[in-house]
């Protein structure tokens, strides 16, 4: 196969929404692409021959494709693998918030936590759309099965193994009716191909290599293979391949492997997929009698379940959204190898066991995780991934990006 030219690119950098106080946030593998990249603009770089036979096209025409998709009915098995080197995050996300306590006292379906474990591990999924209004995600376990269903303005979640459901109603929780919806993890932890696919995307720059690079066979379908690299040194990013349907340009396949070699740390693909009008069942829910119903106005803590699955699916809006922009964030650099420097409430450095703040369970992850660094900034713990680090100052800084650990020092080092 011969190889294609390289598609430079011209654009500004973007940061990205961290959630504050929240660690977990900042190893999810959203996060690769809010820090590592910014916006695209391609100069043509043909694909060769492979295997299917398909048409040429370049870079700059398969961009246009994914983005002028409106496959918006379809349903199909989705099988992702994320392996960033950590342990397992079920359960521990809301022990990183104020008053989390591992999710005590609330449901055992509600989404806010039981979407987070989706960044580590394999899982199969289930997922089914008709348009922005009708959506359904399910993820699949051995001997049981938790669901996330939106249909119009009735978001509910059902986890069968415990027999607990969550109800939201968007007027109820103050939102636009009017608004296309989204789930409150979907930007931390897109599930689908196109979710993880468009995340890219739209944050890929000036320092990006973009190449069509040959064709696959995905759930059975023809698919050109999109392939992004960062040009900078220094990135924890080796590169990022999205097999892309020939017929109606919807992601099939996203992979991104680390620039230290070995397995992919996100492998995201269908298995089976169908774009045919899914039947209406798969979005009505009625609680099976005896469950334990917990509403999102009665929820200890305040979520966004009521935004349904944006994100999670083909033809849902807002991908990437990712809540507002924290006030006190700025980007260091530009592309790959930038930097996002945040500065948390009050100046506040990371909870601690001894504070009170962060029960046993995620203390002992942060350590599992940490390395102790000083510099002229001060002290402060290095929390490293396979892809994503994030430098955690005693003084309330956070330094975070798909970089180094001496990269994470030294943009530190030049703030202080």
């Not at 199909?76 to 591992?102: E, N, Q």
């Not at 700025?330 to 504070?355: D, F, H, N, Q, R």
């Amino acid at each position: 196969m011969a190889p294609n030219d390289s598609a430079e690119t011209n654009g500004g950098t973007r940061g990205t929404a961290v959630a504050r106080r929240k660690a977990a946030r900042y190893i999810v593998p959203v996060a690769v692409a809010g820090v590592a990249a910014a916006t695209i603009g391609l100069v043509p770089a043909l694909a060769s021959s492979g295997d299917p036979d398909l048409p040429k096209i370049s870079a700059q025409q398969l961009i246009e494709k994914i983005a002028a998709s409106d496959a918006q009915r379809l349903s199909g098995t989705v099988k992702v693998s994320t392996d960033l080197g950590i342990p397992s995050l079920g359960g521990l996300a809301g022990s990183f918030a104020p008053g989390g306590g591992g999710g005590k006292g609330g449901s055992s379906a509600d989404p806010q936590e039981r979407m987070t474990e989706l960044a580590s591990g394999t899982h199969t999924l289930r997922v089914a759309a008709d348009g922005p209004d009708k959506q359904r995600l399910s993820i699949l376990d051995n001997a049981s099965e938790y669901s996330l269903i939106r249909n119009g303005d009735q978001v509910w979640a059902y986890d069968s193994k415990s027999d607990e459901a969550y109800h939201a109603t968007e007027d109820r929780a103050g939102q636009d009716a009017g608004k296309k919806s989204g789930h409150p993890v979907s930007e931390d932890v897109p599930t689908t191909p196109k979710a993880l696919a468009e995340q890219v995307l739209k944050a890929a720059g000036p320092t990006t290599s973009v190449t069509v690079d040959g064709t696959a066979q995905v759930a059975g379908r023809d698919a050109y293979k999109l392939v992004l690299k960062p040009k900078q040194s220094g990135s924890t990013i080796g590169s990022v391949t999205i097999a892309v349907d020939a017929e109606n340009g919807v992601p099939l396949k996203f992979t991104l492997l680390p620039s230290a070699g070995g397995k992919a740390v996100v492998d995201a693909g269908f298995t089976k997929v169908d774009f045919s009008k899914p039947d209406a069942s798969s979005f009505t829910f009625t609680p099976p009698k005896g469950t334990e119903v917990t509403e999102a106005d009665d929820a200890k803590a305040p979520h966004k379940a009521d935004k349904g699955l944006d994100g999670l699916i083909p033809g849902a809006e807002g991908l990437g959204a990712g809540g507002p922009e924290a006030k006190d964030t700025k980007v260091i650099g530009k592309g790959w190898s930038a930097i996002a420097e945040i500065t948390t409430p009050g100046g506040t450095g990371l909870p601690s066991k001894a504070s009170g703040d962060v029960p046993a369970e995620a203390q002992q992850f942060l350590d599992a995780l940490g390395d102790k660094v000083s510099g002229t900034f001060g002290s402060g713990t290095v929390f490293k991934t396979r892809l994503v680090n994030a430098l955690m100052t005693d003084d309330g800084k956070v330094y975070v990006g798909a970089v180094t650990k001496d990269a994470l020092v030294q943009a530190a080092n030049n703030a202080s």
